[in-house]
């Protein structure tokens, strides 16, 4: 079936310094993927996806380019800040499928 | 604003009760959502997919006796953990789509934080 991998956490980092969350995936098909964002105390929230090979999802400073050739989707911010603090689940589904296969989450811990 | 709502947001029970968790899709129907289990530091486990007017499907390893689910309309699941003990204490959080209208948007409710004592 599909799975997620992503690295291990937790990232801790300095302000204003980038950020790279590893997110590898394997499936069958033709797969979106998605990065979802879970802050603290609070439910998921759809932070970017792509739909195809080679699309960008970006949003709030965050991107992850769809890499078919690498089965990669990996989280890229080129300055974090404190309010970054969350734990990051990378997710894989596919085409006309609503269920959802998230990786294991990274947590996120940005310092002042 | 929310387009899937889950209630309640926090409970706690004593153990040996029975608790129920709503998920309500707030402005489209959904014949399919879907009941996700996160544990302490870990991921989201899928742990059942939410069928309206038939029965769930539930994932390897889920007792379905324990988590009923019941999809009796358009836009409410309710998910009841019976006899709950403490190992049941977790985040439980549902999603669900209104299809290809949205582009296949799966929407996630704000979570519900069970802790048995």
């Known amino acids: 079936g599909d799975s997620v991998t992503q690295m291990e956490g937790p990232v801790t980092l300095s302000e204003e310094a980038f950020l790279t969350i590893n997110c590898t995936y394997t499936?069958?098909?033709?797969?979106?993927l998605f990065w979802y964002v879970q802050y603290p105390g609070e439910g998921l929230q759809l932070l970017l996806k792509a739909t195809k090979a080679d699309d960008k999802g970006s949003n709030k400073g965050f991107e992850a380019t769809y890499r078919k050739e690498t089965t990669s989707f990996h989280l890229e911010k080129g300055s974090v800040q404190v309010s970054d603090s969350a734990v990051y689940f990378c997710?894989?589904?596919?085409?006309?499928?609503?269920?959802?296969?998230f990786g294991t989450g990274t947590r996120l811990l940005v310092s002042p | 604003g929310a387009v899937v709502s889950q209630h309640p947001s926090r409970v706690i029970c004593k153990s040996g009760t029975s608790v129920k968790i709503e998920c309500r899709s707030l402005?489209?129907?959904?014949?399919?959502m879907f009941w996700y289990r996160q544990f302490p530091k870990k991921s989201l486990m899928l742990m059942a997919t939410s069928n309206e007017g038939s029965k769930a499907t539930y994932e390897q390893g889920v007792e379905k006796d324990k988590f009923l689910i019941n999809h009796a309309s358009l836009t409410l699941s309710t998910l009841t953990v019976t006899s709950a003990h403490p190992e049941d204490s977790s985040f439980y959080i549902c999603?669900?789509?209104?299809?290809?209208?949205?582009?296949?948007?799966?929407?996630f409710g704000e979570g519900s934080w069970l802790t048995v004592v």
């Open positions: 499936a069958t098909g033709y797969p979106s």
């Open positions: 999603s669900a789509s209104p299809g290809q209208i949205s582009g296949n948007t799966i929407y």
């Open positions: 997710a894989v589904k596919n085409t006309g499928f609503q269920k959802l296969v």
């Open positions: 402005d489209f129907q959904a014949t399919t």
